[in-house]
């Protein structure tokens, strides 16, 4: 089946550290996207990328990393300087001017 | 920073009535609305995309579009329980502002009931 894959569902961080979150598509998509939602919020960007190689931050990407080195994988990392990791994240994708479509979600929780 | 403004709700409405969910933007660039439907504790799912201004039929489910206004609206038709979710209204950013990179409004609660 295509689609767009998160993993873990469910995802806990200790102080300190750095946790990476996975979307992978196989939709053959170029554009994918990470977005963060806080309860009642809608959904901010964190980080886009169009292409390969390439990315832009978002409207809230301090405290985020990605990385773009396969067209079918876009991972996250939440970095230590994030203070208030504990969010509902997703990932989606899209091509050309086609709606963009979403994964399943990582929910991250502070230990 | 472009907004997209909806109502928090909840919007109540009996099974079988029209509900009505607004979204305004203020970006006058944007060319491209969303709605996507969110169940509580699910990722958004999209339901309608609109690209001109006037009305757009899928089903139970009409968008409608006022560019002039800067106002969308989601009509449901006889509504089921099964409607009843988040409807979150995305808007994309005009020209400059990245690769239709979306706005996205808090969503509005629907409860459909029996």
């Known amino acids: 089946d295509g689609g767009i894959t998160q993993s873990p569902k469910y995802l806990f961080r200790k102080e300190g550290q750095n946790v990476t979150l996975s979307c992978e598509q196989n939709l053959n998509h170029d554009a994918m996207y990470w977005y963060r939602q806080d309860p009642g919020q809608g959904l901010r960007l964190i980080y886009y990328s169009q292409i390969v190689n390439d990315f832009q931050k978002g409207d809230i990407a301090e405290g985020y990393s990605v990385s773009r080195e396969k067209k079918e994988s876009f991972p996250l990392t939440v970095t230590s300087a994030q203070k208030n990791p504990t969010a509902f994240y997703l990932c989606a994708s899209k091509e050309g001017a086609q709606p963009q479509h979403f994964g399943d979600g990582t929910r991250l929780s502070i230990l | 920073q472009k907004e997209v403004e909806q109502n928090s709700g909840p919007l109540s409405v009996p099974e079988g009535a029209i509900a009505s969910l607004n979204c305004t933007y203020s970006?006058?660039?944007?060319?491209?609305f969303f709605w996507y439907r969110q169940y509580s504790g699910k990722s958004p799912e999209l339901i309608m995309f609109i690209y001109s201004n006037g009305d757009k039929e899928d089903g139970r489910f009409t968008a409608q579009l006022n560019k002039a206004s800067q106002y969308v609206s989601l009509l449901i038709r006889d509504s089921q329980p099964s409607d009843s979710a988040t409807y979150l209204c995305?808007?994309?950013?005009?020209?400059?502002?990245?690769?239709?990179?979306?706005?996205f409004g808090k969503g509005t609660m629907l409860l459909v009931s029996p």
């Open positions: 970006d006058r660039g944007s060319q491209s």
């Open positions: 995305a808007v994309n950013r005009g020209a400059g502002s990245g690769y239709s990179t979306l706005t």
